[in-house]
């Protein structure tokens, strides 16, 4: 047993990826427990990890954000936002806020999302008065819009390892994300005027015109459209769905003059980076949870939750403290499946929606990434605009302090995540 403190120790601090460290880990807990003659089956487990229908999506809805992204659509979407909230106190805050919406609904990352804006917003923002490190924070803040609102690639994770349906994880997030915008927007517009911050333009005549910035960016908002629309009326599997989204995302490109072979290769080819990691990511995964199945490690968690006594939403309450915790460490997808399997069948038992679940796990984890010692949001925002880490983190405080009270309501009313899901006759239990 001691071998597997060294191995872990090795292996951290010579900079291993997380994947193979818990491979690597795993394989020689199986050695150390005298429990070798299972690591024949681990093949096996690992194709049923990843043999999940719902994850076929994930690499088409990746495919979608990368060719919008290339193709040159931010510009316009920008101009959109700004001919319909620039003209207020703290403008170009709120046209961060609302391009997030936007990018939401094409890209369904949050670290896609910050590093895509913060290069745009930051030195624009800083440009026109506003603190640069203010400019960070809320554009870090607002890139959290963009798992919560479909598409979303945690929401597609989730459902593959829950079995929870992803049409109805995506119908779920429609209002939590518009709500999280709200949010952000109200306490913008307080701090633009408790502080004195400008508009988004010297004055309304620099701004564009709202019917010409509307039909250039109509492409764009269609993407997200016709995503909801098939799926929330059963016109489209999300398989099927995501490959309706990147045909769409090819004739943006197109009308936005953006695309060529060169740039439909480089997009394919960070697609397959991008899914090779996440998938890496859940084969190791697998193989501790077959290690934690072989163990009893499951079954003693479940007993000691149950020392505590809690249920419903003590015990959703109880899993926001651990995957507030987690999130500020790890990336989401590896805090998705290393807790998921862990904690959720007890919520389940418990007779909690797992549409209900699947929001308010994803939700938290997505405040991890802005929340220090270690949000990612804030890290890829601070690197690409040079700004100090550390008052980075201390300018995002009151939008997390936001974005807890309205983790906190979801949590309460579970009605605010179930109600469009039932609207539209998914079933939510």
């Not at 403008?91 to 913060?118: E, K, M, P, R, W």
């Not at 709500?179 to 333009?201: E, Q, R, T, W, Y």
């Not at 740039?263 to 080819?269: K, N, P």
């Amino acid at each position: 047993m001691w071998l597997i403190p060294i191995v872990f120790i090795v292996l951290l601090i010579s900079g291993t990826a997380f994947a193979y460290l818990m491979g690597a880990v795993s394989v020689v807990t199986f050695i150390a427990v005298d429990k070798a003659q299972y690591l024949s089956i681990l093949p096996q487990r690992i194709f049923a990890q990843l043999d999940v229908f719902a994850f076929m999506a994930m690499p088409l809805f990746i495919l979608t954000a990368e060719i919008m992204s290339r193709a040159g659509v931010t510009r316009s979407l920008i101009d959109f936002a700004m001919s319909t909230v620039g003209r207020f106190k703290g403008g170009l805050g709120h046209v961060n806020i609302l391009t997030s919406v936007f990018f939401a609904g094409i890209s369904g990352s949050a670290i896609a999302d910050s590093a895509a804006l913060s290069r745009t917003f930051v030195p624009e923002m800083k440009a026109r008065g506003y603190n640069p490190y203010y400019a960070g924070a809320i554009t870090a803040a607002s890139s959290m819009i963009g798992p919560i609102i479909p598409p979303s690639i945690i929401m597609i994770i989730y459902g593959g390892l829950t079995g929870a349906s992803v049409a109805a994880l995506f119908a779920a997030g429609i209002i939590p994300g518009l709500l999280l915008a709200v949010s952000l927007l109200v306490l913008n517009s307080i701090i633009a005027h408790v502080k004195g911050h400008p508009g988004g333009a010297n004055d309304n005549a620099d701004l564009p015109k709202f019917l010409p910035s509307l039909l250039n960016a109509l492409p764009a908002l269609c993407l997200p459209v016709v995503i909801l629309g098939s799926l929330v009326f059963g016109l489209a599997t999300p398989t099927e769905g995501s490959a309706v989204a990147v045909l769409v995302a090819l004739c943006a490109g197109q009308f936005y003059k953006g695309l060529s072979f060169r740039m439909i290769y480089d997009a394919m080819e960070a697609t397959a980076r991008m899914t090779g990691t996440i998938f890496i990511i859940l084969a190791a995964i697998s193989v501790l949870g077959y290690l934690a199945g072989q163990m009893g490690w499951s079954s003693a968690l479940a007993g000691w939750v149950e020392s505590f006594g809690l249920t419903g939403t003590q015990y959703l309450f109880f899993l926001v403290g651990i995957f507030l915790i987690a999130g500020m460490f790890m990336d989401t997808p590896v805090a998705l499946t290393l807790l998921i399997p862990l904690f959720a069948p007890q919520a389940l038992e418990q007779g909690i929606s797992p549409i209900h679940l699947g929001v308010v796990l994803c939700f938290n984890l997505c405040v991890g990434l802005i929340t220090p010692p270690l949000g990612k949001c804030l890290v890829v925002v601070s690197a690409l605009t040079k700004l100090n880490y550390w008052r980075l983190a201390y300018a995002v405080l009151p939008f997390i302090f936001v974005q807890i009270l309205l983790l906190m309501a979801l949590v309460y009313w579970p009605s605010i995540s179930l109600f469009v899901p039932s609207l539209f006759g998914f079933s939510v239990k």
